[in-house]
């Protein structure tokens, strides 16, 4: 079979793990949406970078906030795995600026959080319509097979 045609899967599998070290978020206000974010997640700002601006999540991962003011951002989901006794004060601050939590991704139960998997949870907007999750424990997902 010629190499454009075999799966993914009939590679072998590197022997690093491999991590994400950042992802650009279009933003209409870099600066507006950067600062948001930060202070939802009690976190800092960074300095920018040529075009972006870092919001360092703490875990070797930077969302690199990049402006597009002259076209529509188009939604992303973004979740957070936040430490359980920060869950609160991410709350807290988001009732603050007046922004509206939701137990669900679908925005049917407001004000209110989730308790998936053991934890807590909620979704929220930023400043562009990014749907954004903070959570206090990570999903549940069925293994991965290693093979036929």
């Given at each position: 079979m010629p190499h454009d045609q075999r799966s993914p899967h009939e590679f072998e599998l590197p022997t690093a793990v491999v991590q994400l070290n950042h992802t650009a978020v279009y933003?209409?206000?870099r600066h507006l949406s950067a600062e948001f974010l930060a202070a939802v997640l009690g976190?800092?700002?960074g300095a920018p970078f040529g075009p972006f601006l870092p919001v360092d999540l703490g875990n070797g991962v930077t969302l690199d906030y990049y402006e597009k003011r002259n076209e529509a951002i188009q939604s992303q989901h973004y979740a957070f795995l936040v430490p359980d006794e920060q869950f609160d004060a991410a709350i807290a601050r988001l009732e603050a600026v007046g922004v509206t939590y939701y137990a669900d991704p679908g925005r049917t139960d407001p004000g209110r959080i989730n308790s998936l998997f053991g934890?807590?949870?909620?979704?929220?907007?930023d400043p562009d319509g990014?749907?954004?999750e903070i959570m206090t424990r990570p999903y549940a997902r069925p293994q991965a097979s290693t093979g036929p």
């Open positions: 933003a209409s206000d976190l800092r700002v934890g807590r949870g909620a979704y929220f907007d990014h749907n954004m």
